[in-house]
Protein backbone atom coordinates (compact mmCIF):
# COMPACT_ATOMS: atom_id res chain seq x y z
CA UNK A 1 0.00 0.00 0.00
CA UNK A 2 1.04 3.35 -0.45
CA UNK A 3 3.40 4.71 2.43
CA UNK A 4 3.39 8.51 0.95
CA UNK A 5 -0.48 9.94 0.64
CA UNK A 6 -1.19 13.13 -0.94
CA UNK A 7 -4.35 15.24 -0.96
CA UNK A 8 -6.15 16.11 -2.32
CA UNK A 9 -5.80 14.07 -5.65
CA UNK A 10 -7.43 16.40 -7.95
CA UNK A 11 -8.52 19.78 -7.02
CA UNK A 12 -10.06 22.79 -9.72
CA UNK A 13 -10.56 26.28 -8.31
CA UNK A 14 -11.18 29.59 -9.14
CA UNK A 15 -8.38 31.83 -9.96
CA UNK A 16 -7.26 34.23 -7.08
CA UNK A 17 -7.85 31.61 -4.42
CA UNK A 18 -4.95 29.50 -2.39
CA UNK A 19 -4.86 26.11 -2.92
CA UNK A 20 -2.95 23.68 -0.18
CA UNK A 21 -1.92 20.28 -1.18
CA UNK A 22 -0.64 17.87 2.14
CA UNK A 23 1.53 15.24 2.04
CA UNK A 24 2.17 12.71 4.63
CA UNK A 25 4.17 10.33 5.27
CA UNK A 26 2.47 6.66 6.29
CA UNK A 27 4.31 4.66 9.20
CA UNK A 28 7.45 6.75 8.95
CA UNK A 29 8.56 9.94 10.03
CA UNK A 30 10.49 12.20 7.29
CA UNK A 31 12.84 14.77 8.04
CA UNK A 32 12.85 16.15 4.47
CA UNK A 33 10.30 15.72 2.49
CA UNK A 34 10.57 17.13 -1.76
CA UNK A 35 7.91 18.93 -3.99
CA UNK A 36 8.08 18.32 -7.75
CA UNK A 37 5.95 19.94 -10.75
CA UNK A 38 5.38 18.60 -13.65
CA UNK A 39 3.46 20.07 -16.39
CA UNK A 40 1.29 18.55 -19.18
CA UNK A 41 3.85 15.70 -21.18
CA UNK A 42 7.02 17.23 -19.64
CA UNK A 43 9.26 16.25 -16.84
CA UNK A 44 8.80 16.49 -13.40
CA UNK A 45 11.06 19.76 -11.75
CA UNK A 46 11.79 19.91 -7.74
CA UNK A 47 10.39 22.83 -6.99
CA UNK A 48 11.93 22.56 -2.76
CA UNK A 49 13.10 20.79 -0.17
CA UNK A 50 11.00 20.70 2.72
CA UNK A 51 12.59 20.91 6.22
CA UNK A 52 10.83 19.71 9.29
CA UNK A 53 11.15 22.56 11.63
CA UNK A 54 13.26 24.86 9.52
CA UNK A 55 12.61 26.86 6.29
CA UNK A 56 11.78 25.08 3.40
CA UNK A 57 15.06 25.29 0.41
CA UNK A 58 14.04 26.22 -2.90
CA UNK A 59 15.38 25.63 -6.57
CA UNK A 60 16.25 28.32 -8.77
CA UNK A 61 13.47 30.08 -9.86
CA UNK A 62 10.47 29.01 -7.90
CA UNK A 63 8.55 31.85 -5.91
CA UNK A 64 8.67 31.38 -2.46
CA UNK A 65 6.19 33.58 -2.37
CA UNK A 66 4.19 31.79 -4.54
CA UNK A 67 4.46 28.30 -3.10
CA UNK A 68 4.11 28.34 0.35
CA UNK A 69 5.66 25.05 2.33
CA UNK A 70 5.34 24.23 5.53
CA UNK A 71 6.98 21.15 7.41
CA UNK A 72 5.08 21.27 11.09
CA UNK A 73 5.63 17.57 11.90
CA UNK A 74 7.84 15.03 11.03
CA UNK A 75 4.75 13.28 8.65
CA UNK A 76 3.21 16.28 7.01
CA UNK A 77 4.11 18.54 4.42
CA UNK A 78 2.41 21.06 3.09
CA UNK A 79 2.59 23.50 -0.40
CA UNK A 80 0.47 26.47 -0.83
CA UNK A 81 -0.21 27.61 -3.70
CA UNK A 82 -1.05 31.07 -3.16
CA UNK A 83 -3.70 33.76 -5.22
CA UNK A 84 -3.44 30.55 -7.87
CA UNK A 85 -3.58 31.69 -11.27
CA UNK A 86 -4.54 29.56 -14.43
CA UNK A 87 -0.49 28.72 -15.26
CA UNK A 88 -0.35 27.54 -11.84
CA UNK A 89 -1.94 24.72 -13.53
CA UNK A 90 0.07 21.41 -13.42
CA UNK A 91 0.07 18.49 -11.42
CA UNK A 92 2.01 18.68 -8.10
CA UNK A 93 3.70 15.84 -6.80
CA UNK A 94 5.52 15.24 -3.02
CA UNK A 95 8.19 12.38 -1.90
CA UNK A 96 9.57 11.68 1.22
CA UNK A 97 12.64 9.49 2.14
CA UNK A 98 12.02 6.87 4.70
CA UNK A 99 14.75 6.83 7.20
CA UNK A 100 15.83 3.14 7.02
CA UNK A 101 19.11 1.97 5.79
CA UNK A 102 22.59 3.63 5.76
CA UNK A 103 23.50 6.80 3.58
CA UNK A 104 21.94 5.89 0.17
CA UNK A 105 20.41 2.97 0.67
CA UNK A 106 17.23 5.09 1.95
CA UNK A 107 13.77 4.18 0.57
CA UNK A 108 12.41 7.48 -1.19
CA UNK A 109 8.73 7.38 -1.71
CA UNK A 110 6.76 9.40 -3.71
CA UNK A 111 2.50 10.65 -3.40
CA UNK A 112 0.21 10.05 -6.11
CA UNK A 113 -0.13 13.80 -7.40
CA UNK A 114 -2.09 16.28 -7.31
CA UNK A 115 -3.73 17.81 -9.99
CA UNK A 116 -4.58 21.23 -9.63
CA UNK A 117 -6.28 23.43 -12.13
CA UNK A 118 -6.92 26.95 -12.02
CA UNK A 119 -9.66 28.35 -14.28
CA UNK B 1 25.42 19.87 -13.05
CA UNK B 2 23.12 17.13 -13.08
CA UNK B 3 21.53 16.41 -16.12
CA UNK B 4 19.34 13.61 -17.06
CA UNK B 5 18.84 12.92 -21.27
CA UNK B 6 16.19 10.97 -22.59
CA UNK B 7 16.42 11.92 -26.22
CA UNK B 8 13.31 9.72 -27.59
CA UNK B 9 10.19 11.64 -26.64
CA UNK B 10 7.69 9.25 -27.90
CA UNK B 11 7.75 5.44 -29.22
CA UNK B 12 5.47 3.54 -30.71
CA UNK B 13 5.21 -0.02 -31.21
CA UNK B 14 3.20 -3.16 -31.55
CA UNK B 15 2.33 -5.26 -29.00
CA UNK B 16 5.06 -8.38 -28.54
CA UNK B 17 7.60 -5.96 -30.25
CA UNK B 18 11.20 -5.11 -28.22
CA UNK B 19 11.57 -1.66 -27.50
CA UNK B 20 14.77 0.18 -26.04
CA UNK B 21 14.81 3.40 -24.22
CA UNK B 22 17.42 5.78 -23.80
CA UNK B 23 18.90 7.49 -21.45
CA UNK B 24 22.46 9.29 -20.90
CA UNK B 25 23.11 11.09 -17.80
CA UNK B 26 25.57 13.92 -16.48
CA UNK B 27 26.91 14.31 -13.17
CA UNK B 28 30.62 15.51 -11.74
CA UNK B 29 29.60 12.86 -8.77
CA UNK B 30 31.53 9.84 -8.64
CA UNK B 31 28.71 7.64 -6.62
CA UNK B 32 25.17 8.71 -7.36
CA UNK B 33 22.32 6.40 -8.37
CA UNK B 34 20.14 6.24 -11.11
CA UNK B 35 16.18 5.22 -10.86
CA UNK B 36 13.82 4.28 -13.63
CA UNK B 37 10.10 5.21 -12.65
CA UNK B 38 6.50 4.39 -14.96
CA UNK B 39 4.41 6.96 -14.66
CA UNK B 40 0.51 5.99 -16.00
CA UNK B 41 -1.91 7.83 -17.42
CA UNK B 42 -3.64 8.19 -13.48
CA UNK B 43 -0.04 10.39 -12.74
CA UNK B 44 1.32 8.15 -10.35
CA UNK B 45 5.25 7.34 -10.36
CA UNK B 46 5.98 3.46 -10.20
CA UNK B 47 9.10 2.61 -9.21
CA UNK B 48 11.14 -0.27 -11.58
CA UNK B 49 15.07 0.06 -10.65
CA UNK B 50 17.44 1.88 -8.70
CA UNK B 51 21.41 1.20 -9.57
CA UNK B 52 24.56 3.05 -7.97
CA UNK B 53 27.29 3.98 -9.51
CA UNK B 54 29.30 1.23 -8.82
CA UNK B 55 27.25 -1.74 -9.78
CA UNK B 56 27.81 -2.26 -13.43
CA UNK B 57 25.88 -5.80 -13.54
CA UNK B 58 23.34 -5.37 -15.86
CA UNK B 59 19.66 -6.54 -14.49
CA UNK B 60 17.09 -8.38 -15.14
CA UNK B 61 13.75 -8.42 -13.99
CA UNK B 62 10.97 -10.09 -16.64
CA UNK B 63 10.71 -8.97 -19.40
CA UNK B 64 12.52 -5.97 -18.07
CA UNK B 65 16.04 -5.52 -18.52
CA UNK B 66 18.58 -2.82 -17.94
CA UNK B 67 22.16 -1.91 -19.20
CA UNK B 68 24.50 0.40 -16.99
CA UNK B 69 26.79 1.70 -19.09
CA UNK B 70 29.37 3.92 -17.30
CA UNK B 71 32.04 4.79 -20.12
CA UNK B 72 29.12 6.00 -22.38
CA UNK B 73 27.21 7.45 -19.15
CA UNK B 74 23.79 5.54 -20.39
CA UNK B 75 21.15 3.60 -18.37
CA UNK B 76 18.76 2.22 -21.25
CA UNK B 77 15.86 0.40 -20.54
CA UNK B 78 14.37 -2.86 -22.82
CA UNK B 79 11.12 -4.23 -22.41
CA UNK B 80 11.07 -7.36 -24.10
CA UNK B 81 7.97 -8.66 -25.93
CA UNK B 82 5.83 -5.52 -24.95
CA UNK B 83 2.04 -5.83 -23.66
CA UNK B 84 -0.38 -3.11 -23.61
CA UNK B 85 -0.11 -2.59 -20.35
CA UNK B 86 3.22 -1.12 -20.83
CA UNK B 87 2.16 1.93 -22.15
CA UNK B 88 2.74 4.62 -20.21
CA UNK B 89 5.63 7.96 -20.07
CA UNK B 90 8.73 6.10 -18.30
CA UNK B 91 11.52 8.26 -16.99
CA UNK B 92 14.63 7.72 -15.84
CA UNK B 93 16.36 10.05 -13.17
CA UNK B 94 19.37 10.64 -11.55
CA UNK B 95 20.26 11.29 -7.93
CA UNK B 96 23.93 11.98 -5.66
CA UNK B 97 25.40 10.58 -2.97
CA UNK B 98 25.46 13.10 -0.47
CA UNK B 99 21.88 14.65 -2.26
CA UNK B 100 20.68 11.51 -3.04
CA UNK B 101 17.06 12.55 -2.09
CA UNK B 102 17.02 15.16 -4.87
CA UNK B 103 15.55 13.70 -7.76
CA UNK B 104 17.09 14.94 -11.48
CA UNK B 105 14.53 13.54 -14.08
CA UNK B 106 14.99 13.05 -18.01
CA UNK B 107 12.18 14.47 -19.52
CA UNK B 108 10.35 10.99 -19.90
CA UNK B 109 9.79 8.99 -22.87
CA UNK B 110 6.11 8.36 -23.57
CA UNK B 111 5.33 4.11 -24.76
CA UNK B 112 2.52 3.60 -26.80
CA UNK B 113 1.86 -0.33 -27.30
CA UNK B 114 -0.32 -1.06 -30.14
CA UNK B 115 -2.13 -4.64 -30.01
Known amino acids: GAVVSQHPSWVICKSGTSVKIECRSL??????MFWYRQFPKKSLMLMAT?????????EQGVEKDKFLINHASLTLSTLTVTSAHPEDSSFYICSATQPTGGLGNQPQHFGDGTRLSIL | AQKVTQAQTEISVVEKEDVTLDCVYE???????LFWYKQPPSGELVFLIR??????QNEISGRYSWNFQKSTSSFNFTITASQVVDSAVYFC????????????FGSGTKLNVKP
Open chain 1, 50 to 58: SNEGSKATY
Open chain 2, 93 to 104: ALSELYNFNKFY
Open chain 1, 27 to 32: DFQATT
Open chain 2, 27 to 33: TRDTTYY
Open chain 2, 51 to 56: RNSFDE
